[in-house]
T-cell receptor
Framework: DAKTTQPNSMESNEEEPVHLPCNHS???????IHWYRQLPSQGPEYVIH???SNVNNRMASLAIAEDRKSSTLILHRATLRDAAVYYC???????????FGAGTILRVKS | GAVVSQHPSWVICKSGTSVKIECRSL??????MFWYRQFPKQSLMLMAT?????????EQGVEKDKFLINHASLTLSTLTVTSAHPEDSSFYIC????????????FGPGTRLLVL
């Protein structure tokens, strides 16, 4: 199975950039890297996804290693509203199914 | 864009009753809808996948006769928890794909079910 490994938790200061790492050493060539986040008591929210190239959108940036065995979600300026559980998920092996792991709990300090 | 709604947002029911949860894609046609369950302090667990007009595909260990899924249109899917029991109390979340490509899912806000 193409699985991901993320740190259990991370802490950041408000207004500072945050780099959330994800390891996926067994990724296959057709797997997309997706990031979702879940705020407390809410459904998950799509953040960003990519295949090989780095991606930017209004929420975040996704940096993908050249060998694709790891990626980093970058929040350029963390706010208190970014405190959430962030999930790094590979799709492709399971078709369009998402298999959620434990994710990374991001705490943002003011 | 890509908004998914769920109704109700929370429900309390007596043991033995059935509960229906609706999931709607408001501004796009959802080719596929998914139902998840999340217990406190745990991650989301996929229950089933449904395509419009087809029978749902259930994950291993999920009772299809207990969790009835209907995907009657490209914008509506329903999950009915039949003969609910306290152990079915959970946070039920739906998602839909079709707006950002087949592999991007947009999630509803969730429905909290408490069975007394």
């Amino acid at each position: 199975d193409a699985k991901t490994t993320q740190p259990n938790s991370m802490e950041s200061n408000e207004e500072e950039p945050v780099h959330l790492p994800c390891n996926h050493s067994t990724i296959s060539g057709t797997d997309y890297i997706h990031w979702y986040r879940q705020l407390p008591s809410q459904g998950p929210e799509y953040v960003i996804h990519g295949l090989t190239s780095n991606v930017n959108n209004r929420m975040a940036s996704l940096a993908i290693a050249e060998d694709r065995k790891s990626s980093t979600l970058i929040l350029h300026r963390a706010t208190l509203r970014d405190a959430a559980v962030y999930y790094c998920i590979l799709t492709g092996e399971y078709g369009n199914k998402l298999v959620f792991g434990a994710g990374t709990i991001l705490r943002v300090k003011s | 864009g890509a908004v998914v709604s769920q109704h109700p947002s929370w429900v309390i029911c007596k043991s033995g009753t059935s509960v229906k949860i609706e999931c709607r894609s408001l501004d796009f046609q959802a080719t596929t809808m998914f139902w998840y369950r999340q217990f406190p302090k745990q991650s989301l667990m996929l229950m089933a996948t449904s395509n419009e007009g087809s029978k749902a595909t259930y994950e291993q260990g999920v009772e299809k006769d207990k969790f009835l899924i209907n995907h009657a249109s490209l914008t509506l899917s329903t999950l009915t928890v039949t003969s609910a029991h306290p152990e079915d109390s959970s946070f039920y979340i739906c998602s839909a794909s079709g707006a950002g490509g087949p592999e991007t899912q947009y999630f509803g806000p969730g429905t909290r079910l408490l069975v007394l």
